[in-house]
């Protein structure tokens, strides 16, 4: 049995460390099929394991890629599951509330590696991954001020709804899983064109990534049931506590004498150090032991006021001299804290105005600003011009045409600087009841039309020497219908070209 587990050890480490390396992904694919093949441990598994996925392995294996097997350091399962170890009983308390499978805990390992502090160059954050639009729609909420794609609890909750409506959609784990890592659209999208009824039907059609995400981590989650059969020592090493007025890292620390630095680890969500100034509810994480500490204490220490900003939509015959009047403060001022160079202001645009705010004591030392240049509500993004701004740039930044931009917000010609401009692009944000994401869900699943696929398509890359007789002699197909798939006009081919070759799926 020790020796099955290390053979296979082995293989998902090669896997792991090759998904986070630009290498050739061809290779994962045939490690995690050789394993899988290989062990009755996993075989096992998949006969009674709690996600039942059935298991279809590719046809051959790429043996020459087995001089990989050996080349990858085979501890680096054991890192990972060190770094996840305290987040582990609340991500399965969370998916068990919610009656996922417990093998999905697990699925940090494959996203993030488990750190928590994660982010992809695609810009996808957190123990989960989640892309920015994708988080918004499960109610997590991303501003200058906080990023709970990186609060355990939030981002976990998060995540169980998401993969429930994934499994919703589907009805298929494997399907779920792989649209988890592409995005449902796209795997809707292939099981409409090519057929299938499951992720093995549709794998050659996937993106290498996805393509290898699925086995990579059914692979993965054997070998970590095997780590942890007598090794189940996770606790949870930290407290949590939830505050609905603004504070500070800083006082937090004053008054526990906590180091600042392990408050902020603790606390990576709060983008400033502080929760946001607002009449939210936030996550505040602390070292094991001090929850109830702060809470006690939290109770006897009174709010203070501090001078803030806030914005104001500039009305029809408003000057700068009625707005300062209106708001108690001076000219000079409204114009340092709005870079204006003049006392012009324009109907319809909005400049910043003095307010105050109430928060818990050390909560800042300068001007609390809590004006955003973007929002995000149910119809769409408002987003505020910014000098220099030009509808092209704009346009660019939220992938959207210079006509509708003028179409939306009415332009003519020009835009100002402070004028805010309504980009309607789908948004979901944290106020969007479950109730509308089950009907996004149940109209989702009208779209998938699950077939078994009566063709199988290959991509084929010519290669030096190719020419359509060989191509054709290799796949049993005849050359008229290669030039009829791929609208060919002669017999000439190129090296490098990509063609399209469909065969008729034998059923067995």
Known sequence: MMKKIKYLVFSIFFILNTAFADEDLNNISFLVKFAVENSPVVQNFYSKGKLNIHLTLPEKLETKNRIYLLKRNKYAIEKYLDRGREYIPIIKSIFNKHGLPDDLVFLPIIESHFNIKAKSPAGAAGLWQFMPQTARMYGLKINKWIDERYDLIKSTEAAAYYLKDLYS????????????????????????????????????????????????????????????????????????????????????????????????????????????????????????????????????????????????????????????????????????????????????????????????????????????????????????????????????????????????????????????????????????????????????????????????????????????GKIAKKFKVRISDIKKWNKLSSNIIRVNERLTIIKRVIER
């Open 169 to 468: 959609i589907f009805n298929d784990w494997g399907l779920a899983l792989a649209s988890y890592n592409s995005g449902e659209g796209n795997i809707i999208r292939k099981i409409n064109k090519y057929g299938g009824i499951n992720f093995w039907d549709i794998r050659n059609y996937l993106s290498p990534e996805t393509r290898n995400y699925v086995p990579s981590f059914l692979a993965t989650l054997t070998v970590v049931k095997e780590i942890l059969k007598n090794n189940e020592n996770q606790k949870i090493n930290f407290d949590v506590i939830q505050v609905d007025k603004p504070i500070s890292l800083d006082l937090i620390s004053t008054l526990l004498k906590v180091p600042y630095s392990k408050l902020k680890d603790l606390n990576p969500h709060l983008l400033k150090g502080k929760t946001p100034p607002d009449d939210g509810v936030y996550n505040i994480y602390l070292p094991k032991g001090y929850g109830n500490t702060l809470k006690v204490v939290l109770e006897d220490i009174q709010l203070d006021k501090y001078k803030a900003l806030k914005e104001y939509k500039v009305k029809r015959g408003d000057t700068l001299g009625k707005i300062a009047k209106k708001f108690k403060t001076t000219i000079s001022y409204l114009k340092k804290i709005n870079h204006l160079k003049n006392d012009y202001v324009i109907a319809n645009t909005y400049i910043k105005v003095p307010t105050t705010i109430e928060a818990y004591p050390l909560y800042s030392y300068s001007v609390v600003d809590t004006t955003e240049d973007i929002q995000y509500t149910e119809k769409g993004i408002i987003y505020k011009v910014k000098r220099g701004d030009t509808l092209g740039k704009i346009a660019r930044k939220f992938r959207v045409s210079v006509s509708s931009l003028k179409k939306w917000n009415h332009i003519k010609s020009y835009i100002l600087p402070n004028q805010k401009i309504v980009i309607y692009k789908k948004v979901f944000n944290k106020n969007l009841q479950r109730k509308a994401m089950l009907h996004r869900v149940s109209y989702l699943k009208k779209k998938v039309k699950k077939r078994k696929p009566k063709f199988k398509y290959i991509f084929y890359k010519v290669k030096k020497g190719d020419s359509l």
